[in-house]
C-alpha cells in the first residue's frame, strides 16, 4: 500500500483505504452503461473536492488508465494540482470562468465554463490579448445554479465566437437524473437537444457535448444520444447517487475507513458516559474508546445512531461524538487494546456503508466521503 497525505500516518490509528481497483472497475462499469447502439461516448471523470475525499491524483490517474479521457474539476487551483501531478489529460474546471483567475487556465491547459456576463467579458478580454482559453458553455435548463438560459446560450455563444474565444464544448447539468421521475430530466434533455439545434443553424457545431452525470448514465443512458462526453461523479467511487439505484450497476466502493481499540473501560450499571452525560450505562459493560470523531468527518450527528464493526459484529456507537474520539458499548464482550474496527466497509460477513453513515447523518452520501478529514491519511491500494 501506499499512503498520501499525513506524513505521519504511521501516528495515527485511523486510516481510510482507497482502492484504486475499485476506481478502474467502476470507470469501466460507467463506459459500458454509457454506450448504446454503437454508441460510445467519452468518459469525464470528476474529481473535484479532493476526488470525493479520496485523493485526486490517484484517483485521476487510475480512470485515465481505465479509459477515462477528461478529468472535471471545480476549481482552477484543483486542476494546477493534477497538471503539478503530471496529468496531461483535458481538464473541465465547472465553476463558472473568474478574469481574475485567467492566468490559471492559458498557463495550465485548463478548459474554462462560460457561464456568466462577467466571465464572457473575461474570455473576450483573454482572447483579445491572444490566449487561447478552450471553452465550454453551460445551459442552464432547469437546474438554477450556473449557465445561460437556452433562449441567450445561441446569442452568448455567438458573441464569443464573434470575439475570438475558442469555444470547443457545450453542456447541461440535470437537475433529477437521480429520481425514480425522470419527467424534469427529460425535459431539461429536450430543451438542451433543441438548443444544440439551434446553435448548429446558426454554424455553431461545437465538438463537445455533454449533459450525463453519473445518475443519468445510470437510467437515462439511451435518451443521451447526441451526447459524446459524459460526466462520473459519485458513482465512479463505488456509490450509488439515490437509493433505487442502488443496484442499477454492480459498483465496487472505493473506501474503507479502519481503526482500532485505544481503550477499555469495564463499567458498572448506571455509569454516564461522554459529554453530557447523555448516555448511561443499562448494565454492567464494557466501553471501548476509537480515536475517531467529528474532527475527522465522523459526524457528530451520528452520536446514539451509528454503529461499528469488531471481531464481525456490529456494536452501537454511545454518548456523543467527541472532536476526536468515539465510545462503543459492547456489553459484556471481552476485548483488547489494539483489536480492529471497521468504521466503513466490510468486516467478516457484515458492512458499514457510506449510505448507512449518511442515514444517521441526515445526509447524502456524497458528504459523508467528502467530509472525511485531511488528517485521515490516505492508504491506497495498487490497481
Given at each position: 500500500?501506499q499512503?498520501?497525505?499525513?506524513?505521519?500516518?504511521?501516528?495515527?490509528?485511523?486510516?481510510?483505504?482507497?482502492?484504486?481497483?475499485?476506481?478502474?472497475?467502476?470507470?469501466?462499469?460507467?463506459?459500458?452503461?454509457?454506450?448504446?447502439?454503437?454508441?460510445?461516448?467519452?468518459?469525464?471523470?470528476?474529481?473535484?473536492?479532493?476526488?470525493?475525499?479520496?485523493?485526486?491524483?490517484?484517483?485521476a490517474?487510475?480512470?485515465?488508465?481505465?479509459?477515462?479521457?477528461?478529468?472535471?474539476?471545480?476549481?482552477?487551483?484543483e486542476?494546477?494540482?493534477?497538471?503539478?501531478?503530471?496529468?496531461?489529460?483535458?481538464?473541465?474546471?465547472l465553476?463558472?470562468f473568474?478574469?481574475?483567475?485567467?492566468?490559471?487556465?492559458?498557463?495550465?491547459?485548463?478548459t474554462?465554463?462560460?457561464?456568466?456576463?462577467?466571465?464572457?467579458?473575461?474570455?473576450?478580454?483573454?482572447?483579445?490579448?491572444?490566449?487561447r482559453?478552450p471553452?465550454?458553455?453551460?445551459?442552464?435548463?432547469?437546474?438554477?445554479?450556473?449557465?445561460?438560459?437556452?433562449?441567450?446560450?445561441?446569442?452568448?455563444?455567438?458573441?464569443?465566437?464573434?470575439?475570438?474565444?475558442?469555444?470547443?464544448?457545450?453542456?447541461?447539468?440535470?437537475?433529477?437524473?437521480?429520481?425514480?421521475d425522470?419527467?424534469f430530466a427529460?425535459?431539461?434533455?429536450?430543451?438542451?437537444r433543441?438548443?444544440?439545434?439551434?446553435?448548429?443553424g446558426?454554424?455553431?457545431?461545437l465538438?463537445?457535448?455533454h449533459?450525463?452525470?453519473?445518475?443519468?448514465?445510470m437510467?437515462?443512458?439511451?435518451?443521451?444520444?447526441?451526447?459524446?462526453?459524459?460526466?462520473?461523479?459519485?458513482?465512479?467511487?463505488?456509490?450509488?447517487?439515490?437509493?433505487?439505484?442502488?443496484?442499477?450497476?454492480?459498483?465496487?466502493?472505493?473506501?474503507?475507513?479502519?481503526?482500532?481499540?485505544?481503550a477499555v473501560?469495564?463499567?458498572?450499571?448506571?455509569?454516564?458516559?461522554?459529554?453530557?452525560?447523555?448516555?448511561?450505562?443499562?448494565?454492567?459493560?464494557?466501553?471501548?474508546?476509537?480515536?475517531?470523531?467529528?474532527a475527522?468527518?465522523?459526524?457528530?450527528?451520528?452520536?446514539?445512531?451509528?454503529?461499528?464493526?469488531?471481531?464481525?459484529?456490529?456494536?452501537?456507537?454511545?454518548?456523543?461524538?467527541?472532536?476526536?474520539?468515539?465510545?462503543?458499548?459492547m456489553?459484556?464482550q471481552?476485548?483488547?487494546?489494539?483489536?480492529?474496527?471497521?468504521?466503513?466497509?466490510?468486516?467478516?460477513?457484515?458492512?458499514?456503508?457510506?449510505?448507512?453513515w449518511?442515514?444517521?447523518?441526515?445526509?447524502?452520501?456524497?458528504?459523508?466521503?467528502?467530509?472525511?478529514?485531511?488528517?485521515?491519511?490516505?492508504?491506497?491500494?495498487?490497481?
Open positions: 500500500m499512503t498520501h497525505g499525513c506524513e505521519l500516518g504511521q501516528c495515527r490509528r485511523l486510516r481510510a483505504i482507497v482502492d484504486l481497483a475499485a476506481i478502474a472497475e467502476n470507470t469501466r462499469s460507467l463506459q459500458k452503461a454509457a454506450a448504446m447502439d454503437g454508441h460510445k461516448p467519452e468518459l469525464m471523470a470528476i474529481v473535484k473536492a479532493d476526488g470525493y475525499g479520496h485523493g485526486a491524483i490517484p484517483v490517474k487510475a480512470a485515465l488508465a481505465a479509459g477515462a479521457t477528461w478529468l472535471g474539476v471545480a476549481l482552477p487551483t486542476g494546477v494540482v493534477l497538471r503539478k501531478a503530471g496529468i496531461t489529460a483535458p481538464i473541465l474546471v465553476g463558472a473568474a478574469p481574475a483567475c485567467a492566468h490559471y487556465y492559458y498557463e495550465w491547459q485548463l474554462a465554463t462560460l457561464a456568466t456576463l462577467p466571465g464572457l467579458a473575461g474570455l473576450l478580454t483573454a482572447a483579445a490579448a491572444g490566449r482559453i471553452v465550454h458553455l453551460k445551459v442552464d435548463t432547469g437546474m438554477t445554479r450556473l449557465g445561460f438560459l437556452p433562449d441567450e446560450a445561441v446569442r452568448i455563444a455567438m458573441q464569443a465566437k464573434q470575439g475570438g474565444v475558442y469555444l470547443q464544448g457545450v453542456y447541461t447539468h440535470l437537475a433529477t437524473a437521480d429520481a425514480e425522470t419527467t427529460l425535459q431539461q434533455l429536450t430543451l438542451f433543441q438548443t444544440l439545434h439551434a446553435l448548429k446558426q454554424g455553431i457545431d465538438p463537445w457535448r449533459a450525463g452525470n453519473s445518475a443519468a448514465i437510467q437515462l443512458a439511451l435518451t443521451m444520444e447526441e451526447m459524446n462526453l459524459v460526466r462520473a461523479g459519485i458513482a465512479l467511487y463505488g456509490l450509488a447517487p439515490s437509493p433505487h439505484l442502488t443496484r442499477v450497476l454492480d459498483l465496487r466502493p472505493a473506501m474503507t475507513l479502519e481503526t482500532e481499540v485505544v473501560r469495564h463499567l458498572p450499571q448506571g455509569a454516564s458516559v461522554g459529554y453530557g452525560a447523555t448516555y448511561k450505562t443499562s448494565s454492567d459493560t464494557t466501553i471501548v474508546v476509537l480515536p475517531v470523531g467529528y475527522d468527518g465522523y459526524t457528530r450527528r451520528m452520536s446514539h445512531r451509528a454503529a461499528v464493526l469488531i471481531q464481525g459484529r456490529r456494536y452501537p456507537v454511545v454518548g456523543s461524538i467527541c472532536m476526536d474520539q468515539c465510545m462503543v458499548d456489553g459484556r471481552e476485548i483488547a487494546i489494539g483489536t480492529p474496527v471497521v468504521l466503513m466497509g466490510k468486516q467478516g460477513d457484515e458492512e458499514i456503508t457510506a449510505d448507512d449518511a442515514a444517521w447523518s441526515g445526509t447524502i452520501n456524497y458528504e459523508i466521503v467528502c467530509g472525511i478529514s485531511r488528517r485521515v491519511p490516505r492508504w491506497y491500494t495498487s490497481v
